[in-house]
């Protein structure tokens, strides 16, 4: 019924889809030409600082299609009923957030092609990386599969339940695996932890909270009114209030860290605190505005279920997660490694023009992908009783 | 089989860097990227305050974090080599994964901003896939165990000077620069040190001058917490790697 109700099927669909394009081409270009012509030296990455932005762009991305996996199994695995209306939006949002992820960090490595025979002909079965390769791979196919099932109306079938259950284990299996390419380097203090797959989660999901919040209103061209009531009251009840109860657990796993951090004697942890992250007035302004700020504003049950700080918060806490996850994979590297006085301070770094292409080139490409969705998908698709059931119901407006 | 192992004695050397320059021409690497270097690094304050320096290659880990992070097995020991680590760069993917890894930092990616201008690799642009080709190159290529040029996009490290330690008579235990049936097999960095302060050998031979100096001289292995176990060891006072303090925060203790 609501399919009409979708504005990217109309014409604000074809300006973004066009601005979509136009960034990617443009990001695309910059990348190439200057890959082409000076390889990896047109990044700001160095033998001793060698992961840099793209690599928190993909993780970013990652963790977000995660997250939005996770979500998507609340309805799917777990029958939280009133997760229904979003389910099918969020495995699309997690197959292409991913999608493009993989792309930046495509753009990234040495030697692209190599990695296709490399990884599967060798079989180090003792990296990480090897296992992010499999899971993430495996995480696809079953999103894939499981948006097929969804798709073809399929929503309580035993298969779909069973592809269902399994593209959650997918997603706990890559994500987890993810954080552990971090958290098991104990030469590298900052992200040694053996509990970084729960905090990947949890702010994988908050992201990936953030990413749906957002492109459901972009979608209804930021008007509750033109969804389809079930929605509108998820948007108005369970949903928001997970929102902040996500947004709260963020905050205390980053406080956690770093009380743990600036408390550590350990120069190669403590420094990294005190004098990187909060000696930026960058990653204060994502700390307090791009997740305290949302999560006070949630906090407040009037706000919680206003549209339009629903989208401001979500926009907030994309930008303070994407932050977040670069001062993460660059913190892990700022305290020089057995570098004597060759390297008297932390290492400087700030990403190259080309390492911003590929940012953009990871958030045109999703952004392109997601408006072909919504166009030529029935993405607020939903099991036929659940529509019903509340269609009927009155609803108190946003 | 032999395990190829190194003794560095700090007593002897005066960080003069013939070793990373010795390095650097034989294997042909650009400007910063000194898979032998050599550290330097203050501690304490007047009136005790130290300047220590200690040589730096590749520790050819007994227990290597770069081999087991590498999703390609493009890093990898070799037991049948004396255990060195090398990189195949036919199979290396550009992640860099074990540059985060290496607890030594003495892994390069050569592909980066240039240390100095002119940038060699404008000066001598790469030919036959090479990453750059300077007119004099050592005649030893051996792309899968990283010896050589690499091409873009790979990662390089010090192999022992394998191609030269590859050609000694079986059996040799001791590299010895002054034995004159062995010098040319001698890696580079031992063969150039003037107070001969490097030392090369079989650590799996009892005997071997290597051995002895560890026994002897108390041999310590660096960063040994992390558990790395270096089949390179360092002999004399100042053999220990003081923690980071930014050059603005001088050691107040
Ligand atoms: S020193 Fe680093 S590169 Fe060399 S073997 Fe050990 S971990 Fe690998
Ligand atoms: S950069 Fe190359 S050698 Fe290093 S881990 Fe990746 S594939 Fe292996």
Known sequence: MNNNSNLLKGGMGVVLLILSAVILVVSLFVALTNLGSQGHASF??????????????????????????????????????????VA????????????????????????VFRMLWAIPLNLQVQSAMFWMGVFYALDLLFLLWKFSKLDAGEWDSKTSKQVGIASFIGVLLASGNLALIFGMM?????????????????TGVTSGMAALVFFVYLAHGFSR???HPTLQSLLSGALPKMFAALIGGTLLF??????????????????????????SSLYHLSLWVGLLLPFLLMLNG??????????????????????ERFYFVVGGQVVPLFKGTWYPDMIAYTPSLTEWALTFVGWSLALLLIVLGERFLNLSAMPDGVAESTSARPLAAG | MAKWGMVIDLDKCTGCQACTTACAMENNTLPGESWQDVLFYHEGEYPSGQMKWLPRPCMQCEKPSCVYVCPTRATYKDENAGGIVFVDWNKCIGCKYCMIACPYGVRFYADEK????????????????????PPYQNPDEDWRRGIGIQPPGVVSKCTFCYHKVSKAPAGTVDFDEDNPAVKEYVPACVRTCAPKARYFGDLDAPDSQVNQLIGDKHGVRLKD???????????????????????DKGDKS
Not at chain 1, 53 to 67: C, E, M, R, V
Not at chain 1, 88 to 111: Q, Y
Not at chain 1, 191 to 201: E, H, K, M, Q, R
């Open chain 1, 225 to 227: 009114d033109r969804m």
């Open chain 1, 254 to 279: 980053i406080a956690a860290r770093a009380i743990t951090g600036v408390y550590s004697n350990n120069p190669e942890i403590h420094l990294v605190w005190s004098d990187y992250l909060f000696a």
């Open chain 1, 88 to 111: 099918k939006r969020c495995v699309f949002l997690a197959f292409v957030i991913l999608i493009s992820g993989m792309a930046v960090l495509a753009l990234e490595l040495g030697n």
């Open chain 2, 114 to 133: 240039p240390l100095i201008e002119p940038d060699m690799r404008e000066v001598y642009p790469g030919q036959n896939k090479q990453l750059w080709s």
């Open chain 1, 302 to 323: 009037n706000f919680r279920n206003q549209a339009g700080v629903q989208l401001l918060v979500s926009v907030l806490v994309f930008l303070g997660l994407f932050a």
């Open chain 1, 44 to 85: 700001n990455t160095s033998s001793t600082l060698p992961w840099g932005q793209p690599i928190a762009t993909y993780l970013y991305f990652a963790l977000a299609s995660s997250g939005l996996g996770l979500l998507a199994s609340l309805p799917l695995v777990f029958g939280f009923k009133q997760y229904y209306p």
């Open chain 1, 186 to 202: 104990s030469m590298r203090p900052f992200w040694f932890d053996g509990l970084l797959p729960i905090y990947f989660y949890f």
């Open chain 2, 225 to 247: 917490h992390t558990g790395n176990k270096p089949q390179v060891y360092y002999l004399g006072a100042g053999a220990g790697v003081p923690a980071f303090t930014p050059a």
